[in-house]
């Protein structure tokens, strides 16, 4: 095709026509430059399909990140609101009667509390990938990147809160073992048999005493404040925050 282009202007010199061959000229510039937009337009043609198809690719996966997310967070927050549930339960005793509360009792209530913490599984994997890949950026829903890009440092904060708690707990168990019986809480339990220690006798030990203990209030204060914080705000949060997450994406699969 080139040749025969070439073959076109040079006979139109050779004849002497030059105003023909200006035009001519001119005619295949034109041609040219419209070929080169045709392609253009084509290429991007292209690249928006590859960008929409990645799109949906990446919602699909998106929604089923946050909604294993959402099912954590809300299995995490059931968990935590039982714990604090057990610890006031223990300012329940620390107000009662205690002449009236029995070891088997006490016990049972501080394994309830003093035996777990619980973390919030965070799954990240499609979310990171997109910021590292770029493809974040694709997202042509205003709400649903904004609601992306905020959802790490939404994670962020309850991570941090998570680890008060586990160090307030770390604080209430380490005054438990410097004054009080962890084997009596197991053998009231169950546990002690379990890992084969001699069953205690019921006169050896008690932690009824660490109920009138101010500093094993306080730190079950800190405990109970952090343990609360979690539950009431900052995992409702979260699901919150998911749930719209999820109700953006499904409509923007919608469309598709």
């Not at 040079?10 to 034109?30: M, P, R, W």
């Not at 974040?136 to 709400?143: A, G, M, Q």
Request: charged share 25%.
């Amino acid at each position: 095709m080139i040749k025969f282009f070439r073959k076109i202007r040079q006979n139109l010199l050779s004849e002497g026509k030059t105003g023909k061959y200006l035009k001519y000229a001119f005619g295949e510039i034109v041609l040219v430059v419209i070929g080169i937009l045709i392609a253009l337009q084509i290429n991007n043609w292209n690249e928006q399909q590859n960008i929409q198809g990645n799109q949906e690719k990446y919602l699909r996966l998106l929604k089923t990140e946050a909604i294993n997310n959402l099912k954590q967070v809300i299995d995490t927050k059931k968990n935590v609101n039982a714990l604090n549930i057990w610890q006031n339960k223990i300012f329940n005793l620390i107000d009662s009667n205690q002449d009236t509360i029995t070891e088997d009792y006490l016990s049972k209530t501080f394994g309830k509390v003093f035996s777990n913490t619980y973390k919030f599984g965070y799954e990240n994997s499609v979310l990171t990938e997109m910021k590292t890949s770029g493809h974040l950026k694709n997202i042509r829903n205003d709400s649903l990147r904004k609601c992306l890009i905020a959802l790490d440092p939404l994670v962020s904060r309850i991570k941090n809160q998570e680890q008060d708690v586990i160090q307030e707990y770390n604080n209430s168990i380490e005054y438990i073992k410097k004054n009080g019986s962890l084997r009596t809480m197991a053998d009231r339990n169950g546990l002690a048999e379990i890992i084969g220690i001699p069953k205690l006798p019921k006169f050896k030990s008690t932690n009824n005493h660490l109920l009138n203990e101010n500093e094993f209030e306080n730190n079950l204060m800190r405990y109970t404040g952090t343990t609360k914080n979690l539950f009431t705000y900052q995992y409702p949060t979260l699901e919150n925050h998911l749930k719209k997450t999820i109700e953006i994406i499904e409509k923007e699969l919608e469309k598709k």
